[in-house]
């Protein structure tokens, strides 16, 4: 595989703008407790039959979750798995990650039959957070492995693609319009990508050396979006010319932003997980304002990924609370 990095001192980068105004509350929080304590509920999942599933983190389970009824339904998985997210693949089954036991996991949500496909040799030991994209190949990271991997769930093949900067720590992931992964480097201030036909891994450095992106999303320009943990911003990336633009977020410095997505009007949700109780920050890229700045009702501890669901027009997401969450954005 090759590794190319853009220089730093080319990179362009806008002043960052002064604090804004407070932003109003304009988000409907609602919140279930999940009946299994202490299980660390995380990163839920909308089906295409739109059907909320989620992964019990410290618990090995795949959660469901019957918004109408507020019924869970628990599917085990083989102890010890860690699971640390969960997606539906193409073929409509269920795939996690098993962090703790160096494999991925598909279970038949039918039958609740669970099959793993292990890492090669063993290695990474730690897959995190796996997407599919259109073309239904998955991509997922492994942050103390410090690589990324293509999935092919149709022979669950899976190609490694190690990560060139020592200790990137890979984290969050997302993909594009072109079904380009674009991956957020968490122990590094720099964005990685790959092209998913030469394989070559590209890093567009950040320009502040402080800088820790944790979760990433893509707007419908293919603009790329980040959380800056570290610093509490929200910044932007573009791929074209490598300018880097950021906004110190609400919360400050100590906001520790950390789940992000982004809804049908392109417009970036986050929670800043430093404040108690945790914060949704809504901004929009057209106006470039924070809109929206709603507390969580739970506290949440930590919000650590969410997902948007475009029917419904609603975040979803697991709370250290031991809760699932939805917020309904205007």
Not at 49 to 73: C, H, K, M, P, S
Not at 116 to 141: I, Q
């Amino acid at each position: 595989m090759v590794a190319a990095i853009l220089p730093f001192c080319t990179l362009p980068f806008a002043p960052i703008p002064p604090p804004q105004p407070a932003a109003p509350d304009t988000v409907t929080i609602q919140e279930w407790l999940v009946p299994w304590p202490g299980t660390r509920p995380r990163d839920p999942f909308v089906d295409r039959d739109g059907r909320i599933w989620f992964v019990g983190q410290q618990g090995d389970y795949v959660g469901l979750f019957n918004e109408a009824t507020g019924q869970f339904r628990r599917f085990p998985l083989p102890d010890g798995a860690g699971p640390h997210n969960v997606v539906q693949g193409p073929d409509g089954a269920l795939w996690y990650t098993g962090n703790r036991q160096a494999n991925l996991g598909r279970l038949d949500p039918a039958t609740g039959r669970v099959t793993t496909v292990p890492m090669p040799a063993g290695e990474p030991r730690d897959p995190h957070t796996l997407v599919f994209d259109g073309t239904g190949t998955g991509w997922f990271t492994a942050q103390q492995g410090n690589v990324i991997a293509r999935f092919d769930p149709k022979t669950d093949e899976i190609t490694v693609v190690p990560v060139s900067i020592p200790a990137a720590r890979p984290y969050g992931i997302v993909v594009d319009s072109g079904n380009r992964p674009w991956i957020a480097t968490f122990g590094t201030n720099a964005i990685a990508t790959i092209d998913p036909r030469t394989m070559e891994l590209r890093f567009y450095p950040l320009p502040n050396d402080r800088a820790r992106p944790r979760r990433i999303a893509v707007t419908s320009d293919d603009m790329v979006w980040y959380v800056d943990y570290s610093r509490g911003f929200l910044a932007q990336l573009d791929p074209a010319s490598g300018a880097v633009r950021e906004w110190a977020t609400p919360g400050g410095a100590a906001s520790l932003p950390y789940a992000m997505a982004v809804d049908h009007r392109d417009r970036l949700w986050f929670v800043e997980t430093g404040p108690r109780p945790n914060r949704l920050v809504g901004f929009d890229p057209r106006t470039e304002q924070f809109f929206s700045v709603t507390a969580i009702p739970s506290g949440a501890g930590s919000v650590r990924h969410m997902v948007f669901h475009r029917p419904t027009g609603a975040l979803w997401f697991g709370t250290d609370a031991n809760t699932i969450g939805r917020a309904v954005v205007p």
